[in-house]
């Protein structure tokens, strides 16, 4: 993906022919690739949410402070 985003159109076409992929497969890896990222950034932000709960518990934190 990163390879064809540097070419030009007509080369990304001769880098896809030679490649023996289609330009779907790129929009389609493109999408999973967000999809993944966002779903992760949604997981770290759940399990940061999740330590600093227990964190504040452990100190005896109110959390409206």
């Known amino acids: ?21 289609h330009e779907e497969h790129l929009t389609l890896w493109e999408q999973e690739l967000r999809s993944s ?4 950034q949604q997981d770290q932000a759940a399990e940061l949410a999740a330590l600093k709960k227990k964190l504040e518990s452990t100190l005896g934190v109110d959390e409206d402070d």
Do not use: H
Request: hydrophobic residues 50%.
């Open 37 to 40: 990222m966002a779903n992760k």
């Open 1 to 21: 993906m990163l390879e064809a985003a540097r070419l030009s159109e007509a080369d990304k076409c001769l880098w896809l022919r030679e490649q023996g992929i």
